[in-house]
């Protein structure tokens, strides 16, 4: 994908969620939203990344302004730099504060970086979150709309690993169940082996 491409995507896709309703918004609405404006196809696995990587980055550094204190973070510090009446009686401690803190986002930019590259995503964009085995993993994918936890079996064909019939896809809700039941799981769990021993 060429930089222009990536640009006029990023742009798009940023444009669309600082007027979505973020409590309602799916990554996939993000992108068919985006893909019917430019007129692009973005399900293709590579576009699908780099959408998701531009959602989760704006997810980010929304999390960081609403955590910031009152006149930083909103504006990207125009508040501080317009130099309101309490600000400006600060002179020299404004900038400082303003440096201080540009280091730290930059710090923080470069952890996020970081654990941004040891995240793994399988041939269709999915992100992969566990091997269970050389064949068994889990991974979070989006379905016609819904988040799925999908824990499967895969196999090789031509090189790439593709997802077997074997395994299951659970919705947020079935996933919240069953996280919420794995404290008797291994309680059973804990007794039958005691049984056995």
């Known amino acids: 994908m060429d930089a222009a491409t990536q640009r006029r995507i990023r742009e798009a896709v940023v444009d669309i969620l600082k007027g979505a309703d973020m409590a309602e918004t799916t990554e996939f609405k993000v992108r068919s939203a985006a893909a019917q404006k430019l007129g692009i196809d973005l399900s293709l696995p590579e576009r699908k990344r780099f959408v998701r990587g531009i959602v989760e980055s704006f997810l980010i550094s929304s999390s960081q302004k609403k955590e910031s204190p009152a006149g930083t973070g909103r504006g990207g510090g125009a508040d501080v730099a317009g130099g309101s009446g309490k600000e400006s009686g600060r002179g020299g401690r404004v900038e400082e504060d303003e440096e201080e803190e540009e280091a730290a986002e930059e710090e923080e930019g470069d952890e996020r970086e970081e654990g941004r590259r040891e995240r793994e995503y399988d041939d269709e964009g ?47 809700e079935q996933w919240a169940a069953f996280r919420d039941a794995v404290p008797s799981i291994e309680d059973a769990i804990n007794k039958l082996k005691s049984r056995l021993d």
């Open 126 to 172: 999915n992100l992969i979150v566990c091997h269970l085995s050389n064949r068994r993993r889990v991974s979070i994918q989006d379905f016609r709309g819904k988040t799925l936890v999908s824990i499967r079996e895969y196999y090789d064909k031509g090189g790439k690993q593709l997802p077997s019939s074997k395994g299951i896809s659970l919705t947020t």
